[in-house]
């Protein structure tokens, strides 16, 4: 079934860690998307991409990086993680046929930084 | 860049009742307008979206209404369900999605 994935599902980590969260997408879409969300909150872009070898940074990715070297694989790393990290990170891709298509999102990654 | 407000923050509503939530956004080239719902622990989940060039849509007990020229759009849900309490998104899009800041429903049985 076509869907967006995310790996791990949960991560507890100490801080200083460099953590990389997963997403792959089967869903044959070019645009790929991270944002940060606490539970049932605002969700903040932190970087998005068009397409392969496409990265722009959203509005908190100061301390974040991304990579978009396949179409369906959309990887978010963290350099030095602290505890202000600690949220749910969902990862969200969209059609490229038209502009005006839905964001489907992934069931997220429930980071902990202690 | 495009700023979306939403209103009201929390809502409750006996089972049965109707919901209205409502936005505004500020980008007139703003060209597309989802509407999600999150459950707890859950993933966002699109439940209606509408189009620049429409100004109505209704599915079922949801329906969305969009002013251009007002630049609001808002949520109507009507007969309301326990399992309709959930947080809900709305968010105006060009090439990149903003999202409104929540609205908390909750349904009393």
């Known amino acids: 079934e076509a869907d967006i994935y995310q790996t791990p599902r949960y991560l507890v980590i100490g801080t200083g860690k460099k953590i990389t969260l997963e997403c792959s997408q089967t869903?044959?879409?070019?645009?790929m998307y991270w944002y940060q969300q606490d539970p049932g909150m605002e969700l903040h872009l932190i970087h998005y991409?068009?397409?392969?070898?496409?990265?722009e940074k959203g509005d908190l990715s100061s301390e974040s990086t991304v990579s978009r070297i396949r179409t369906e694989h959309f990887p978010l790393t963290l350099e030095s993680a602290r505890p202000s990290h600690t949220s749910q990170y969902l990862c969200a891709s969209s059609g490229s046929k038209r502009s005006n298509s839905p964001l489907h999102f992934g069931n997220g990654t429930r980071l902990t930084v202690t | 860049g495009e700023n979306v407000e939403q209103h009201p923050s929390t809502l409750s509503v006996q089972e049965g009742d109707s919901a209205v939530i409502k936005c505004t956004y500020s980008?007139?080239?703003?060209?597309?307008f989802p509407w999600y719902k999150q459950e707890l622990g859950k993933r966002p989940q699109l439940i209606i979206d509408i189009r620049s060039n429409v100004g109505e849509k209704k599915d079922q007990r949801i329906a969305v209404t969009l002013n251009k020229t007002a630049k609001h759009f808002s949520l109507h849900i009507t007969e309301t369900q326990p399992e309709d309490s959930a947080v809900y998104f709305c968010a105006a899009s060009i090439n990149q999605f903003y999202f409104g800041t929540g609205t908390s429903l909750t349904v009393i049985p």
């Open positions: 991409s068009y397409g392969v070898n496409s990265t």
């Open positions: 980008d007139s080239a703003s060209n597309y």
């Open positions: 869903m044959g879409h070019d645009k």
